[in-house]
């Protein structure tokens, strides 16, 4: 059922993982065991007390009865799906090929940023050759590639969290490129809780292998060339949402210090914030890639859990398998996502925090603007009309959809007299950023 919800139709690599550790397994190899195995990974093996170098000996797999007889099972599978098969059934689609090339019919001739195409990692990526490596030439050969992480609740009534990674191919048209049938699906996190900060990594490691081989490149068939292409891919680009992001890149929480700078927060009553702009100069300096990457090695010579910690706070970056795509830069290559940082960031810390904080919006005028939104009808394909605008302290449980809804049509007409002018500039240039950045075109 899963495969065919996520449009899975290839081979599944197939992984048992500790439930304790995360820590990853031959599945076949495990079930020939007569005997229940137990894991054997050390998480401080160079520990100075031998008692924290013991191995994790959690149990690995279960015995279930199955018509009256006993049979082994994993006690949590992961499964990895095959890029390189994906890609032939992209390939392999009538259309797939003209429309990867059509990024390279664009002319834009202002300095605007339209798309991805227009950014400066587009246009200055280079491979091993220091050659360029979108070029018109190899346009629908060479796959700019956008990786995800994110957890979501499959279950209504139970806590259990499922992770999974994909990558959607920036060469096809923003049209195209987020359609189900156009994403790479490549690893699905078994539950139900997330793995910690560095057991990422665990999971990481065998689609890191799988992206190299596509780096490297291969041979694929395709619906235009019976013969084959040979196809290579890069990520150039992570669009996860914040604590995904730094989970997957190794770096320290967003509450801490800036990924890209060497701007750092400062800690009052214990609460951050990165206030304070006088020493600018000083901080608003791109961070060194090869600096990162060194500093990730060392976390990996860290021996006790305390040597890890006060290694992330002083260099704000651990280990993580991704730092083994050579070409893959971090500072650069992870983007700000538009529905955490617009929506479910500016657009909730406004209203809740600026202006039901403040006391702008109080109860009353919360029930009045949820009136006067029942009032205006949308079509369909514009969203929900927001029904929680009065409840709770207000705008209770709101979804990012929910807010966009109510941003980009509600906001103005059904709040616009209870501001101030300042406020009513605020809204009115946020509403116009939303659009620009939300437009399909």
Wanted: charged share 25%; hydrophobic share 35%.
């Amino acid at each position: 059922m899963a495969k065919k919800d996520l449009g899975i139709i290839t081979e599944i690599f197939q992984y048992s993982a500790c439930n304790k550790c995360h820590k990853l397994y031959d599945i076949n190899e495990i079930l020939k065991n007569t005997e229940i195995p137990t894991c054997s990974f050390k998480n401080h093996p160079n520990h100075p007390m031998e008692r924290l170098r013991q191995k994790c000996n959690n149990p690995l797999i279960k015995k279930i009865d199955s018509n009256n007889e006993q049979i082994f099972r994993p006690i949590m599978t992961y499964p990895l799906v095959n890029i390189k098969q994906q890609l032939t059934l992209f390939f392999g689609r009538k259309d797939f090929e003209m429309s990867c090339r059509k990024w390279a019919e664009r002319n834009n001739e202002t300095e605007a940023l339209f798309d991805i195409y227009d950014g400066m990692v587009w246009k200055e990526f280079k491979d091993d050759n220091d050659e360029l490596f979108f070029t018109k030439e190899q346009a629908d050969t060479h796959l700019g590639l956008m990786i995800n992480m994110d957890w979501f609740q499959p279950y209504i009534n139970s806590q259990y969290s499922v992770g999974v990674i994909y990558v959607v191919i920036c060469n096809l048209p923003r049209s195209e490129r987020f359609k189900p049938y156009n994403i790479l699906t490549l690893a699905v996190i078994p539950g139900p809780n997330e793995p910690k900060l560095h057991e990422i990594n665990n999971y990481l490691y065998p689609v890191v292998n799988q992206l190299n081989q596509l780096w490297n490149g291969y041979n694929i068939k395709t619906h235009e060339y019976n013969n084959g292409r040979f196809v290579r891919g890069a990520i150039i680009g992570c669009s996860s949402d914040v604590p995904a992001t730094r989970k997957l890149c190794g770096f320290i929480s967003a509450r801490v210090a800036c990924y890209r700078c060497y701007k750092t927060a400062n800690f009052v009553n214990n609460q951050p914030n990165f206030g304070g702009f006088t020493d600018f100069d000083e901080w608003f300096i791109e961070r060194d890639i090869s600096i990162i990457r060194e500093k990730a090695g060392d976390w990996k010579k860290c021996t006790t859990e305390d040597s890890r910690k006060a290694h992330v706070s002083q260099h704000h970056v651990r280990w993580s398998e991704i730092y083994n795509l050579n070409y893959f830069n971090p500072v650069r290559h992870c983007v700000v996502d538009p529905m955490h940082c617009l929506f479910l960031g500016v657009a909730k810390w406004i209203i809740t925090k600026l202006w039901i904080g403040e006391g702008i919006l109080d109860d009353a005028k919360l029930k009045l603007m949820q009136k006067r939104a029942d009032e205006i009808k949308i079509t369909s394909d514009l969203g929900r009309r927001p029904v929680r605008i009065a409840t709770g302290d207000g705008f209770s449980n709101f979804t990012a959809d929910m807010w966009k809804t109510f941003i980009m049509i509600f906001a103005i007409p059904i709040t616009w007299d209870f501001l101030d002018e300042v406020d009513k500039r605020i809204l009115a240039y946020f509403v116009r950023a939303c659009k620009i950045l939300c437009a399909n075109k």
